[in-house]
């Protein structure tokens, strides 16, 4: 198995890591790949199948989208992998800058004393941490996969003070707070695609006049984007559950959203990703 058959398995079947996490390990995965100089054809099956992976996580879906730009672009096989590698350069640079540059602009715009997520990011990790640390931080457990509890211990490893609470007590969480951030898998025009939760956070943020703002790389806003909602249903002592993963919670619910670009609010993000769906070509385009 070729190194970028491995690299769609991983990135595939890793349900643990954060969007960030699973985009920073493709750039290096396809990096490493590089050197066994794949063909043309090898790169088209890897954009094809990346593309049908993941459709939650914009990140991917953008650089599945590049690769194939590159491909259309008749560019001569031998010369192909170095344009590749271009690509990944600049792509790498600046998504090892991105969560320094964000953490800086959230603590400048905000000075919280309480502040509430939820989920796993690392975008979100990295603004925490970069926060005094007498800042308090409630955690939602961020079910069905209770990946808060990840984003607790990681947060109480670097004496941060912090506490996880279940995620019926949103409301009262957030009344409490001078904050709400959550990450994203992707930004589109219809909204902010994230863990399920989310839009519960963004709706008690709302009615207590909390601002709610997303963090992310500009390697999360799409033009256009499918949902993964990831729909599943389990039995537990006889009892019947059904559960989602992802969810889409409307911009015009956000404070702002920021990237290493800066910030814009709901409605100013909404406008810049309609006017770069306006610039698609018509077949390029799928329902959302």
Same mark, same amino acid.
């Given at each position: ?76 096989? $031998?010369?192909?992998?170095?344009? /590749? ?5 600049? %792509?790498?640079? #600046? =998504?090892?800058?991105? +969560?320094? *540059? ?87 025009? $219809?909204?902010?695609?994230?863990? /399920? ?5 963004? %709706?008690?943020? #709302? =009615?207590?006049?909390? +601002?709610? *703002? ?75």
């Amino acid at each position: 198995m070729s190194l970028l058959e491995n690299l769609l398995k991983e990135v595939s079947e890793d349900r643990s890591s954060g969007s960030s996490e699973i985009y920073s390990r493709l750039l290096l995965g396809l990096e490493k790949a590089l050197a066994e100089g794949p063909s043309c054809q090898e790169w088209r099956s890897f954009a094809d199948g990346l593309s049908k992976i993941r459709r939650s996580m914009a990140p991917l879906q953008n650089v599945a989208g590049s690769l194939k730009v590159l491909l259309e672009a008749k560019i001569p096989e $031998e010369q192909f992998n170095g344009f /590749v590698k271009g690509f990944l350069v600049d %792509l790498i640079g #600046r =998504e090892k800058n991105t +969560p320094g *540059i964000i953490a800086g602009s959230v603590w400048k715009e905000h000075r919280p004393r309480k502040v509430v997520t939820l989920s796993y990011s690392g975008t979100v990790l990295a603004a925490l941490m970069a926060m005094p640390k007498d800042v308090e931080v409630s955690v939602a457990e961020s079910l069905p996969m209770g990946e808060g509890e990840v984003t607790y211990r990681r947060l109480a490893e670097k004496g941060l003070k912090v506490s996880l609470f279940r995620d019926a007590m949103i409301p009262g969480e957030v009344a409490g707070a001078d904050l709400v951030l959550v990450g994203a898998d992707g930004v589109c025009p $219809e909204g902010v695609v994230n863990k /399920v939760g989310t839009m519960s956070l963004a %709706l008690a943020a #709302r =009615e207590a006049g909390v +601002p709610m *703002i997303a963090l992310c790389s500009t390697s999360k806003l799409i033009p256009v984007m499918d949902i993964d909602p990831e729909h599943s249903s389990r039995t537990l002592e006889g009892l019947l559950y059904r559960e989602r993963l992802f969810e889409a919670t409307p911009l015009h619910l956000f404070h702002s959203i920021i990237t290493e670009e800066g910030a814009l609010s709901g409605a100013e993000m909404r406008e810049r990703l309609l006017k770069d769906r306006g610039k698609m070509v018509e077949t390029e385009c799928h329902q959302y």
